[in-house]
């Protein structure tokens, strides 16, 4: 079997390498440098908690792929399972995560209520005037601009080809497969897999098949390096948007959340922070750690990311087009799941089933 892969982000990389790990002939094709769209803006976190129940299977598939990611690509990305804290502010936080502890336990993710002592003991100096927390000890998080040019790396060794800096003008689908058009000549191969991320939707409506899409960017910053005391990836139980924070190992601390996320023009696709935004999330860091007071913010970025009308992501086979596939539009949360994606996806592409419950995240959900 031939498969052409397109999109270069974690997704698509992820997938490429699994691919070629079946056996399965696949070129990889990107627009522009491989990872450089959604998952170089990512803010590179590594959780399970509050994420959809039906993402979960396929969060523990891709968590036992992160735990392997150094053996698997033969290079350090930077993931580290120093657990996920979650602060509670106020009482419906407190009852969102008990509820969502309850329905995530048959699922396989326990989660550790703390109590504010227990907190104080555990973390001290987080949240100082939270209620209570939950803890989810093997989360952490990687390096997002490191791990998609790995996968590719990775996939490449194994007998992909990949093919960045190429556009592709036109995708036809015909009686031996599919033939893409691209400013580096004419690619052709049994399937297609569509990883194209916030343009996921116009490959797909190309072959009758409609997703109510928006293309949104959040708004993420990093501080001047301090010493390093945050071990834990902390975030908040909050509505509608809780802020979130990391220390990377040179002692920068890189924060998201708190705002809503902008809209984002496709074309050129690229999304700008907006200064005026950022008063709001320190207030919001500094929520949760009172002592980054004093601490310079040194940078500001965005990115271009696909959110589906139902915060659900696209995955699985075309319902109108033999040998297409789809895996796009993982609404701001699908890093974690990145490397699941690609080898569940591998899976069903080259044996037409998939361990992992994919059925929520159906195309045929949005069939007329």
């Known amino acids: ?74 290079r350090d990305v930077e993931f580290r399972a120093t657990g996920h804290l979650r602060l509670i502010f106020d009482q419906d936080g ?31 100096g987080l949240g100082p005037d939270a209620i209570a927390a939950s803890f989810s000890p093997n989360d952490g998080s990687a390096h997002p601009r490191l791990i998609a040019p790995a996968f590719a790396d990775a996939a490449a060794r194994a007998g992909a080809d990949i093919v960045d800096e190429c556009a592709v003008e036109n995708i036809r689908h015909n009686a031996n497969g599919f033939a893409v058009d691209t400013a580096k000549g ?23 098949e409609p997703v109510p899409l928006e293309s949104r960017g959040p708004q993420m910053a990093v501080t001047e390096p301090i010493a390093h005391r945050i071990l834990p990836v902390v975030g908040v139980w909050a509505r509608p948007h809780g802020a979130y924070l990391r220390q990377v190992e040179r002692g920068n601390v890189v924060f998201g959340g708190a705002v809503e996320r902008v809209h984002v023009a496709r074309d050129p696709g690229f999304a700008h922070a907006d200064p005026a935004r950022l008063p709001e999330q320190v207030a919001a860091v500094l929520r949760m750690v009172p002592a ?77």
Not at 198 to 208: H, L, V
Not at 308 to 326: I, K, Q
């Open 186 to 208: 004419i690619y052709e191969a049994e399937a297609l897999l569509n990883c194209a991320g916030a343009w996921g939707d116009e490959i797909a409506a190309r072959f009758g």
């Open 1 to 74: 079997m031939d498969v052409i892969v397109l999109g270069g982000g974690l997704m698509g990389t992820a997938s490429a390498l699994f691919l070629a790990r079946r056996g399965v002939r696949v070129t990889l094709i990107e627009r522009r440098r491989i990872g450089a769209g959604a998952t170089v803006a990512s803010f590179g976190n590594i959780r399970r908690s509050g994420r959809h129940l039906s993402q979960l299977p396929l969060a523990a598939r891709s968590l036992a792929i992160w735990n392997e990611a150094e053996r698997l690509l033969e």
């Open 94 to 124: 407190y009852e969102d995560m008990q509820a969502y502890a309850a329905a995530a336990r048959p699922l396989g993710l326990t989660l550790e209520e703390l109590t504010p002592g227990e907190l104080r003991k555990r973390f001290a």
């Open 292 to 368: 980054l007071r004093d601490v310079a913010v040194i940078r500001q970025w965005s990115g271009c990311e696909g959110y589906v009308a139902d915060n659900l992501p696209v995955m699985g086979a075309s319902g109108t087009t033999p040998g297409l596939f789809h895996a796009f539009g993982f609404c701001g949360h699908g890093f974690q799941l990145g490397p699941g994606v690609g080898d569940a996806m591998a899976e069903l592409i080259a044996t037409g089933g998939c361990d992992t419950p994919l059925e929520d995240f159906s195309i045929a959900r949005f069939a007329a």
